[in-house]
Every structure is written in C-alpha cells, then in structure tokens.
C-alpha cells in the first residue's frame, strides 16, 4: 500500500517515521521543505502536494496544528478522492469539521478515519503511543495495519467524530493534571520538602498521573520542553469548553484552567512550551521548582511492539 502523509511536526514527523521503520512505502508533505528532505534522505518520497499525494496513494494522512489547516487540505485532495482512496485525519481537531470534511471525502466515494493519537511525542517517536480511531469498521479493518505501525493500543470507537470528541477530552485531563502537579510540587517546596523526594512520593501514590510521571521531570530539571506549546493546549482546551458549551454543561474548573493558560501565554508566548506553567508559581512565590538527576528531555524506554486492538468491555 502506497501511503501518503502530510504534516511533518512535533508529532507527525515521528509517526510518519515510525512508518518508514516499518518497511511502509511512504510520499511526505509539508510547508516546511527541510522537514520533507530530511525524510526523503531517509527513504521517503517527495510527496511534492497534497493533490498528488490523493492522486499517487492508497491512503493519505494529515497531522496538522489547526482544523483550519486540516479543510485546506482536504478541499485540495478532494478533485482526486474516488473508489479506493482513504484519508485518516490523525490531527486533534473540531469533531464537528472533521465530520463535514469526512463527508465530502465519502461522498466523493473515499474513505474517511477520524484517528487521532494521545500518549506523548516520546511515544510516537517509538511507534508505543495510542490511537482512537472513528470509521466504519470495514473502514477499521482496512487501515489497522497502518495504524499498528504508529501505536500500540488502537481503540475502534465508532462514527467519525467520535475519536475527536475523546481526543479533546483527554488533553483537557491532561492540562489539568499539569496545573494541580504545579500547584503540588510548589506547595510541598514551600513547606521545605526535598524535590527529588516529592517525585516519588507521588509516583507511588494515589495521586500520580501519566503527566506527573513524564512532564514532572522535565519541570524539575528544567528543560520544561515538551514538544507541546500553551496555543496548542489552549487550542484543545478551548475545544473542550466548546463541546461543554454546546450540551449545556456548566462546567466549573474549565474556565480556570482556560485562564490559567492565557496568563501564561501573555507571560511567556503563544508559542511558549506548556511546562513553562509552572513558572507563574515560582515567579509568585520566589521558589525554584528544581531537582538534581531528572533528564532533560523524555525518551520512551518500552521496546516498540506492533499495535494491536483494544478490545471495549462488553
């Protein structure tokens, strides 16, 4: 199967690279020329657009930052959809967009998958991150093989959209996570607990979390780079919000963590990395959130396995 992939960033570069270890005869794309002739020095084909990605593969792949992006490309690819032809849409996007645009591709007589990934860009380096997937199952048992490549738990969860919906969710969770270990290791530095102590104090509790156990180190060490930018976050949260809005849900700490993002945004930059939140505290306090030994950077250390289905309890 001849797969085309478009989006080359922090986390599409590593899934369309996860695909190429795998023996996947891959085309790539994206604005960014360097990032196209880096994976073409690799093996990779030029893709050279997205019309001739739809025109030359099976299947085509967007990883783009925004839904905006996400329908440029798609009203693109549109003239050369047909019989055959599948696009899979693994950016975290508006559920409603994606459904409108994974109509035109299925009027058009394509195939359309909503699959999104949540895990880290550690995880997607190494092919171990998670995948939902919204299709038809048909659709699902088509381009499984595919996604076992780039994940290793894959979750059909229904009609498109559906995945996105739990996408938002999960970024929600996570930002929230990241503001509450802020708060945390701040409040226990203050009380003059060693850092280093506090990590696995919490990594053996109750109250630990997949953020805390990954982004934690990267704030004590003070690299806070983790290939996710606060536009980004306040894209997903904003999402959230929006799904909240539009099913009468009022929701309470939402807001707040909305809030909390744009400070740190007007503090630090659009563009600015998400850990950097913490920063707000140790600027109100006077305090370094630091610790000797914590890596700079996160580095998925469980060996790569090929994906398989998560099977939903019934």
């Not at 299947?59 to 839904?67: D, K, M, N, Q, S």
């Not at 849409?89 to 994606?98: I, N, P, Q, W």
């Not at 009027?107 to 999104?116: K, L, R, W, Y």
Request: proline content about 3%; some cysteine.
């Amino acid at each position: 199967m001849e797969i085309g992939f478009i989006g080359l960033g922090n986390v599409g570069g590593k899934l369309a690279g996860s695909l190429m270890r795998n023996g996947m005869n891959v085309s790539v794309h994206d604005l960014n020329q360097s990032y196209v002739e880096k994976f073409v020095e690799h093996g990779a084909k030029d893709g050279y657009s997205a019309q001739n990605l739809m025109q030359t593969c099976d299947a085509v792949i967007t990883c783009l930052p925004t839904p905006e992006a996400s329908g440029l490309v798609v009203k693109e690819m549109l003239p050369f959809v047909g019989s055959g032809k599948i696009w899979l849409e693994m950016s975290t996007t508006d559920a409603k967009e994606v459904k409108n645009l994974a109509g035109l591709i299925v009027a058009a007589g394509g195939e359309a998958v909503d699959c999104p990934v949540s895990g880290g860009c550690h995880r997607a380096d190494t092919g171990n991150i998670s995948i939902y997937a919204g299709c038809t199952r048909e659709t699902f048992e088509k381009v499984l093989p595919i996604l076992s490549h780039m994940g290793r738990r894959i979750l059909h969860v229904g009609d498109v959209g559906t995945a996105s919906l739990l996408k938002v969710m999960t970024n929600y969770l996570a930002t929230a996570n990241l503001i509450t270990v802020c708060e945390a290791l701040t409040v226990m530095k203050a009380a003059g607990l060693d850092m280093g102590m506090t990590y696995e104090a919490i990594v053996m509790s109750s109250g630990t979390s997949f953020v805390h156990e990954t982004e934690s180190q990267l704030i004590l060490s003070g690299s806070r780079d983790v290939n996710f930018t606060m536009d980004l976050v306040q894209k997903d949260i904003g999402l959230f919000q929006k799904i909240a809005d539009e099913h009468d849900v009022p929701l309470e700490v939402s807001p707040l963590i909305i809030d909390i993002i744009s400070d740190g945004q007007k503090r630090y930059g659009a563009r600015a990395q998400s850990d950097r939140i913490i920063e707000r505290l140790e600027e109100a306090t006077g305090l370094k959130i630091l610790a000797k030994g914590f890596p700079s950077e996160l580095i998925d250390g469980e060996p790569e396995e090929r994906g398989k289905e998560v099977i939903v309890r019934q």
